[in-house]
């Protein structure tokens, strides 16, 4: 006589076992997706930090081709001034362009025609808010970019052997409403023809 054979029962997921499936299926794709869907609101568009780069790298580089002299450009010592004693008024005088706070001299500003800008010390705490515009004061023909504001601080600091009096540390800080944090650029500007004038 032949052995008896079992019957075979196919082998399934049952309905309990089929629910749990699609529960923690369920949990484990809300979790990616929800991951997702932050980091693309928390990133930011690569076209905003591009042109926050661009404006911030142009407004350091405006900064940085100003003269680093001891007296204000438009003292009649500035070209044999030694020191800031050497300015018309002395050290701290009005010509003095270490005098602290760095700033601009009275009447100076970036988009004046008769008394701009005129050395790097002059850009301390300079805003351009309201969009940007060329050293001429025209706005750049994008609309896009009047989100944008750059603003600008310079101090005193040392470079490796150079000392603080004799090198400058400019920052730019671009800001944007989809740009949290603002972009940050930093450059450094040495006084090495402290008698250079344009």
Known sequence: MFPRREAHRPRGATLIELIMFIVVVGAAVTGVLGAISYATRASVDPMIQKQALAIAEAVLEEVQLMPFTYCDPDDANAATALDAAGCTGGAGGANDESRLPLSAEAGETRL?????????????????????????????????????TATVAVVGQALGGIAAGESLLVTVTVTHPSLNPGLVLHGYRVRYAPNALP
């Open 112 to 148: 004046s025609i008769t008394t701009p800008y005129d050395n790097v010390s002059d850009y301390n705490v300079f805003n351009m808010a309201g969009g940007v515009v060329d050293i001429a004061g025209n706005p750049v023909p994008m609309p896009e970019l009047a989100a944008y």
